[in-house]
C-alpha cells in the first residue's frame, strides 16, 4: 500500500524567485516609464530656451530644478531596486540599479555644468579704487589726483 506523500512543509524564511515573466515585465515597464518622465524633463528644459522672437536672444532656464526632478526619478529607480531584491526579481533590480547609477552621473554632471555656467557668466571682478597718476607725476595729467 503506497502513502500518498505529503507536500514539505512551507518555511516562510525561504523564500522562491519570482518568476521570470513578470519580472521582465515590471523591469521593462519601469525602464520604459523613467525614459518617458526623464524624456519630458529635458523636453521641458529644451522649451524652456527655445524662442520664436528673432530679436530676443533665447536663453535656457537654470538646470536646478531639472536636475532635482530627474534626481527623484533615480530615488525611484533605488526604491525599486530594494523592491526588487527583496522580491527575488533579479532583472528588475539589475535594471533599476543600472537606471540608478546612470540618473546619478547625469545628476552629478549637470549639477557640475551649471556650476560652470555660472561661473562663465558672472562678471570679473573690476577695480574700484583710485587709478592715480599714470604717466609718473611729472605731467599736468597728475595735477588732478595729487600724484
Request: with cysteine.
Amino acid at each position: 500500500m503506497d502513502l500518498p506523500i505529503a507536500p514539505p512543509a512551507h518555511d516562510a524564511s525561504v523564500r522562491t524567485r519570482a518568476d521570470t515573466g513578470p519580472d521582465v515585465g515590471a523591469a521593462v515597464g519601469l525602464l520604459a516609464a523613467q525614459v518617458l518622465v526623464l524624456a519630458g524633463i529635458l523636453a521641458a528644459w529644451i522649451a524652456s530656451g527655445l524662442t520664436f522672437d528673432p530679436a530676443v536672444r533665447a536663453e535656457f532656464d537654470r538646470l536646478d530644478g531639472y536636475l532635482v526632478a530627474s534626481a527623484c526619478v533615480g530615488g525611484l529607480a533605488l526604491l525599486a531596486t530594494g523592491v526588487a531584491v527583496r522580491v527575488r526579481a533579479p532583472v528588475t533590480a539589475w535594471s533599476q540599479g543600472f537606471m540608478a547609477v546612470v540618473i546619478a552621473v547625469a545628476v552629478l554632471a549637470g549639477f557640475s555644468y551649471q556650476r560652470h555656467e555660472d561661473e562663465v557668466r558672472r562678471p570679473a571682478p573690476v577695480w574700484t579704487g583710485q587709478v592715480g597718476c599714470r604717466s609718473g607725476g611729472d605731467s599736468h595729467e597728475c595735477a588732478s589726483t595729487g600724484g
